[in-house]
């Protein structure tokens, strides 16, 4: 929620798009500065099984079902910022979020946190980790114990990390907890029930703090609660980020909600990055097709201009992460696809100055695929850095 830093990895000038020679590339980095969390050609498969002897002979799946929910997914986090996920349900931000902080298992890749790679570390040793990279659930019911009260909940994070003291110094750091998120100390032996939803949000978000984290997964933390509460939380949010130095990354199919809160947003579509840039940016000038649709749908405040404004309408629904469309994956819905495009995967390319794109169509040089001439593909023609994705 602060400025955000661009990331990137870098080919040599020239390669043609989807060139693999020096594998998956490194990070470039932002100016000056080094990410807190790096994550490497990050993929999470769930294997549903099937394809069996056994499936065959009771009528089951006849190949091997697996969910690609993750696929290959780079992106460096800088401290401080505030990175935006969106996509349309199903597109894999859960997953991903979850893999960053290991409660989900990657099947591959890997997520490094402060330059180490938290995939190598054992359960005891990511324990200890675990302490600096939290998360803030949607439903801030469930996620809480109903059985346990707000002095409980709180304080668990404290004992598991050995953070909180004893006795009364425990109880006051609760309380101490309680008053940053704005909840009276008065409530300490209250149980969830007893809350609006509003308030249970900051329990779940005074329970992300209690381990004093320096990365906070945030995964649709106001999708639950009433509008008029959700500026509130995203409010506190930006406090807290101010305040202690968090960087988020920040989980929502609510792009105004995205717009509001992110220094960068990134674009998930079927377990792959197609976009990635400057949350002002891409809101003004999405580049590929998916974004582009999506960033249409956002009504904009000036009645002027919403009334001007042209909507891009998907047709069909996002095809099934277990066999995703070869390819670029948005090739099934795409106004501007070819032929080509359904033998390419189209790799995260900067299209222009840190703002990157994953689309064959496109390139630095003709970055607007409304202008590229019929049946063209500039993208294949690729030049300067890519992403490995
Ligand atoms: N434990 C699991 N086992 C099997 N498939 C799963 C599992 N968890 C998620 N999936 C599948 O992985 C894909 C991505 O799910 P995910 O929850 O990450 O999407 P999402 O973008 O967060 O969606 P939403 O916006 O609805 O929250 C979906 O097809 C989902 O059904
Ligand atoms: S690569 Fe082809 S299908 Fe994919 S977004 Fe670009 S034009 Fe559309
Ligand atoms: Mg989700």
């Known amino acids: 929620m602060t400025g955000g830093m661009p990331m990137g990895a870098r080919l040599t000038g020239g390669q043609p798009v989807g060139s693999r020679s020096q594998g998956p590339q490194p990070p470039a980095g932002g100016p000056g500065r080094e990410p807190l969390i790096s994550i490497r050609e990050l993929k999470v498969h769930f294997d549903l099984g099937g394809g069996g002897v056994w499936d065959k002979l009771v009528g089951g799946s006849a190949v091997r079902r697996v969910v690609k929910?993750?696929?290959?997914?780079?992106?460096d986090i800088y401290p401080g910022e505030t990175l935006g996920l969106v996509g349309e349900?199903?597109?894999g931000k859960s997953t991903?979020?979850?893999?960053?902080?290991?409660?989900?298992e990657p099947t591959g890749g890997q997520v490094l946190f402060r330059g180490r790679d938290l995939s190598q570390l054992s359960k005891g040793e990511m324990r200890g980790q675990r302490r600096h990279l939290q998360m803030i659930f949607q439903d801030p019911y469930a996620s809480l114990n109903p059985r346990m009260t707000v002095a409980q909940i709180i304080g668990e994070p404290l004992d598991t990390f050995g953070l909180g003291g004893r006795g009364r110094e425990r109880e006051g750091r609760v309380q101490e907890l309680m008053k940053t998120v704005g909840l009276s100390p008065r409530f300490l032996k209250r149980y969830p029930h007893e809350f609006s939803g509003g308030q249970r949000q900051r329990i779940g978000i005074a329970r992300a703090l209690a381990a004093d984290p320096?990365?906070?997964?945030?995964?649709?933390?106001?999708?639950a609660l009433d509008v008029s509460i959700q500026a509130q939380i995203m409010n506190l949010m930006e406090r807290l980020q101010r305040e202690r130095d968090l960087t988020?990354?920040?989980?929502?199919?609510?792009?105004?909600?995205i717009r509001h809160v992110s220094d960068r947003v990134a674009v998930m579509y079927l377990g792959k990055l197609v976009e990635l840039s400057?949350?002002?940016?891409i809101?003004?000038?999405?580049?590929?097709?998916?974004t582009k649709a999506l960033i249409s749908a956002v009504p904009v405040p000036d009645p002027a201009v919403e009334a001007t404004r042209q909507r891009i309408v998907l047709q069909g629904d996002v095809p099934s992460p277990i066999n995703p469309p070869s390819g670029c994956r948005f090739h099934t819905r795409c106004p501007w696809a070819i032929e080509t495009c359904k033998e390419v995967v189209?790799?995260?390319a900067e299209i222009k100055p840190n703002h990157f794109a994953a689309c064959i169509r496109i390139s630095p040089e003709e970055p607007d695929i409304e202008k590229v001439a019929p049946g063209d593909a500039p993208g294949l023609r690729g030049t300067g850095r890519v992403i490995a994705q």
């Open 69 to 75: 929910a993750v696929d290959g997914v780079s992106i």
């Open 89 to 91: 349900s199903g597109c």
């Open 96 to 104: 991903l979020g979850r893999a960053l902080l290991r409660l989900t």
């Open 214 to 223: 320096d990365f906070v997964v945030a995964d649709e933390p106001i999708s």
């Open 248 to 257: 988020y990354l920040f989980i929502s199919h609510d792009l105004r909600a």
């Open 278 to 281: 400057d949350a002002k940016v």
């Open 283 to 290: 809101y003004r000038d999405p580049l590929m097709p998916y």
């Open 346 to 348: 189209p790799p995260l």
